[in-house]
């Protein structure tokens, strides 16, 4: 057994049994082990911010859905974060944005892997908690990013954007397109996807506001990230409300599907249609007059922010509190937010000006 790996499983019984007993099951200590148990705890439990960043980890991607452009483009970004850094990537996870089961059994993989640092994207906020607990007990540090589990459940949150900027600007940009007027909806990706429905609430709350009175959000449906699924709930949207003037979906996936049945049906240009999608995708429904403007970050950046920051935990660069500062390459000095958020920027808004100068 490696030494790195005795001292995780040792670190693990400590958790489940007493310390005494664990010590005594992993065969005892030399005075220099405890020396460097002591200096590791001290730094796990206060930031070094110049601690040199480890080289030879092995850091673990696992995305919401493998075959989802949107995390193909991010977990490329993590990937050649990882590589540059000296360190290797490996990626793993469900072909379904629905497969919760899926996901708890991929964090527990990695964690008998013995990977150094998992960089996960949660279908559920709740599901994966007990696993994630159980790898950072193990010594692995656990980085959420794109979509959230509870802030107990992993060390820090690399958000894409602020929430709450991106529910309320998705409700402004819709209603300059329907002129402040008419029936709404949302397409969504899964009905437990913790970064859809906090950015669903910020939407809500924004639609309080008195300019949106003639505004009505007449229905939330569910298309779990899938292109079928998708395109049928809008579909359905359309025939149980035939006065719809506006549809947001919040994932690239649904987004994509909804312009792809406007666009072939009487309703393009007609409904509009914003939210989060890519512009790669996006391309050919704005040009065609079925999407005028939407809104994404740069995937690759956030996976790139997602794998410095595991490199900079396992370092002891950070420890996931807030005020801590870390610089993440190219990129630049980052500070940790409340509740270990990091969050990567302001979104860009796409449309036929510029969507021509943006390829992912
Ligand atoms: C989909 C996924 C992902 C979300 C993007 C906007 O690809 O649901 O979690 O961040 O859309």
């Given at each position: 057994m490696r030494k790195s790996s005795l001292r995780r499983s040792c670190a693990a019984l400590a958790a489940v049994t007493s310390l005494?007993?664990?010590?005594?099951?992993?065969?005892?200590?030399?005075?220099?082990?405890?020396?460097?148990?002591?200096?590791?705890?001290?730094t796990a439990g206060k930031a070094d911010p110049n601690a040199e960043l480890k080289k030879g980890l092995t850091v673990g991607f696992l995305p919401k859905q493998v075959n989802n452009p949107y995390f193909t483009s991010a977990d490329k970004g993590g990937e050649a974060a990882v590589k540059e850094l000296g360190s290797s990537y490996k990626e793993v996870g469900p072909s379904s944005?629905?497969?919760?089961?899926?996901?708890?059994?991929?964090?527990?993989?990695?964690?008998?892997?013995?990977?150094?640092?998992?960089?996960?994207?949660?279908?559920?906020?709740?599901?994966?908690?007990?696993?994630?607990?159980?790898?950072?007990k193990n010594d692995i540090k656990?980085?959420?990013?794109?979509?959230?589990?509870?802030?107990?459940?992993?060390?820090?949150?690399?958000?894409?954007?602020?929430?709450?900027?991106?529910?309320?600007?998705?409700?402004?940009?819709?209603?300059?397109?329907?002129?402040?007027?008419?029936?709404i909806a949302i397409l969504s990706a899964a009905q437990t996807a913790t970064n859809q429905n906090t950015w669903i609430e910020f939407m809500?709350?924004?639609?309080?506001?008195?300019?949106?009175?003639?505004?009505?959000?007449?229905?939330?449906?569910?298309?779990?990230?899938?292109?079928?699924?998708?395109?049928?709930?809008?579909?359905?949207?359309?025939?149980?409300?035939?006065?719809?003037?506006?549809?947001?979906?919040?994932?690239?996936?649904?987004?994509?599907?909804?312009?792809?049945?406007l666009s072939g049906s009487k309703y393009k240009g007609k409904v509009k249609l914003t939210g989060l999608g890519t512009p790669n995708d996006m391309r050919k429904y704005v040009k065609n007059g079925t999407v005028d403007a939407f809104e994404l970050w740069d995937p690759a950046k956030l996976g790139e922010l997602a794998?410095?920051?595991?490199?900079?935990?396992?370092?002891?660069?950070?420890?996931?509190?807030e005020g801590e500062t870390f610089t993440a390459g190219d990129m630049g000095e980052y500070t940790i937010g409340k509740d270990g958020v990091i969050s990567l920027g302001k979104p860009t808004v796409f449309d036929a000006k510029n969507i021509d100068q943006y390829n992912f």
């Open positions: 005494a007993l664990a010590l005594t099951a992993c065969g005892g200590t030399t005075k220099e082990d405890v020396a460097n148990e002591d200096a590791s705890a001290a944005a629905t497969d919760t089961a899926g996901q708890v059994s991929y964090v527990n993989t990695l964690t008998q892997q013995q990977v150094d640092a998992m960089a996960v994207s949660a279908q559920d906020p709740g599901a994966l908690c007990t696993a994630l607990k159980q790898a950072m656990v980085v959420t990013y794109d979509s959230d589990t509870k802030a107990d459940c992993r060390n820090a949150f690399v958000s894409q954007a602020s929430a709450e900027d991106l529910g309320r600007t998705e409700v402004q940009l819709l209603a300059e397109q329907i002129g402040y007027k008419g029936e809500k709350d924004e639609l309080k506001d008195p300019k949106y009175k003639d505004m009505k959000l007449v229905k939330v449906a569910f298309g779990n990230d899938d292109a079928q699924q998708s395109f049928q709930q809008t579909q359905g949207l359309l025939q149980e409300y035939p006065n719809l003037k506006g549809i947001i979906s919040p994932t690239t996936v649904g987004i994509k599907a909804a312009a792809q049945y794998a410095r920051t595991a490199v900079a935990l396992v370092s002891g660069q950070i420890t996931g509190k």
